[in-house]
């Protein structure tokens, strides 16, 4: 009997396809996520990355597809802060693909059960969630002299994850590239968007489409962060007319690293009032009463300006207590070692992030989003006492003088109810940069209320505010966080 050619044409096709090879980026599809039950609305990766191969530095990601148009939409990088602080901080608690509820039942086996988030920054953008530097969450090193780290190393190391990435996955070549994140990512972001316009400058490939960064209540100068935070509280009306003008005067308006004794003791007074005050949201409540909080603390070194630590208004509440993001105000991160909080009194119980938790450390999870064992990562912690950080880029005015001077797009937002990084210290910063403002001060929307504050300078500069909001925007105000982040990447007006 005669072969027809169009079977002999399918034949030789389908031989062709079945020889071959896999391409790499498959084997780090994730084909089920545990604890969620349907359809994924876009495919999910992730995976390790190797920095360096003689040492074992392998840095964990997880690549969420944009829901939209993923050929032209946007990829996104975000990284939490600490520094030390994974980014499935984001992924679990802000604007990550689902909302998590506690487990309580035999049948799931103690796991969460996973919603989708349905203001998940994925709608519009391809994201990646990266845990950076190695020793944080379930990146690792085989060799743990890499975890003494700091700012320069951390970004050489998260550029060459970029450059390998890209080439893991050459179909977002093309795509715009921005970085993003909040807290002490006001250091990663400016430092890791250098080492990427230095790549592109050198020629280095793949050529990656950088457009520009966005930061939320990131730690940027000690000056300008350290020095807020009096003039904040006297206009949140959490001091007293007379407190402000008395350590006004005594300390000159200048509140950080001032080494006169008189003003030293006012701004301990200061401190006193606001102690018992939800620093990362001062309308929030805190978890424990004042003086219960007090009887767990009493033996810890953790300052008493972190003690207090309250609720989030995600659509289901599954952390009572923020931890890890920014520093207390009387440890504001200067030039040097900056100190974990393992160091302050991690020991004792300081969070209830047991969603991220159980969910991180079960082996079918790990098995299934092609994350190391335990005994090759540690547990995941949500913020890590393995690595030995040295802050050694002080000041990124610089960094956001020399980015923006070249063309690339930023968006510095605030929440404006954060005591940790307050938005007053941030707006001062971006006005001291010295641009022309090309749109003034004016309330932005989210359904047709005022959602905050916008400025717009010249090159390409936004500051803004969000009304309501504390430390983690997109946690807090996940609305009109997906509002103002899918009105910032296509261009349009806020």
């Not at 404006?416 to 090309?438: M, N, Q, V």
């Amino acid at each position: 009997m005669a072969i027809s050619p169009l079977f002999f044409i399918f034949f030789l096709t389908a031989a062709a396809a079945a020889a071959a090879p896999e391409r790499e980026s498959e084997s780090h599809l994730i084909s089920e996520v545990p604890g969620f039950s349907g359809s994924l609305p876009s495919k999910h990766y992730s995976g390790y990355i190797t920095v360096d191969e003689e040492h074992g530095r392998n840095l964990f990601y997880y690549l969420v597809i944009s829901e939209g148009n993923p050929a032209v939409d946007p990829v996104v990088l975000w990284i939490n802060g600490g520094p030390g602080c994974s980014s499935f901080d984001g992924f679990v608690y802000e604007n990550g693909p689902f909302n998590f509820e506690a487990g309580n039942t035999s049948a799931s086996g103690g796991l969460p059960k996973l919603h989708l988030n349905p203001y998940s920054w994925s709608k519009v953008s391809s994201i990646i969630y990266l845990d950076s530097p190695a020793g944080t969450g379930l990146s690792y090193s085989l060799d743990h002299s890499d975890y003494t780290t700091g700012d320069i190393k951390t970004a050489a190391d998260s550029h060459k994850f970029l450059l390998k990435w890209f080439k893991l996955y050459p179909e977002f070549t093309d795509n715009p590239f921005y970085i993003s994140g909040e807290s002490y990512a006001g250091v990663y972001i400016p430092t890791l968007a250098a080492e990427v316009v230095k790549g592109i400058t050198e020629g280095v490939k793949p050529v990656i489409n950088f457009k520009g960064y966005l930061i939320g209540n990131g730690f940027t100068d000690v000056k300008y962060d350290g020095n807020s935070f009096v003039p904040f509280a006297h206009g949140m009306g959490l001091i007293s007319e007379d407190m402000y003008e008395e350590v006004h005067t005594v300390c000159a308006g200048s509140y950080y690293m001032n080494e006169d004794e008189a003003c030293q003791e006012k701004i301990a007074e200061v401190r006193l009032e606001l102690k018992d005050l939800n620093k990362y949201h001062i309308l929030e409540p805190c978890f424990h009463s004042p003086e219960q909080q007090e009887a767990e603390f009493v033996e810890s070194q953790l300052p008493p300006s972190f003690r207090k630590l309250g609720e989030t208004e995600r659509p289901l509440r599954v952390r009572k207590r923020m931890f890890g993001r920014a520093w207390p105000l009387n440890l504001m991160v200067q030039q040097g070692r900056v100190p974990t909080w393992p160091e302050l009194g991690r020991s004792l119980p300081c969070t209830s992030d047991e969603i991220a938790s159980s969910w991180l450390n079960n082996q079918a999870v790990r098995s299934a989003i092609h994350a190391e064992t335990i005994n090759i990562t540690g547990p995941w912690e949500l913020y890590t006492a393995k690595i030995d950080f040295i802050h050694d880029t002080g000041s990124m005015l610089e960094y956001h003088k020399n980015l923006t001077g070249q063309g690339y797009r930023a968006l510095i937002y605030s929440g404006d109810h954060d005591l940790c990084i307050p938005f007053s210290g941030t707006e001062a910063w971006t006005r001291a940069l010295g641009y022309k403002t090309i749109e003034k001060w004016r309330p932005w929307f989210f359904n047709e209320q005022v959602a905050g504050y916008v400025r717009g300078y010249d090159y390409n500069l936004t500051f803004m505010t969000v009304k309501g909001s504390g430390h983690a925007v997109p946690e807090y105000k996940p609305k009109e966080a997906l509002a103002f982040y899918t009105r910032w990447l296509s261009g349009t007006t806020i």
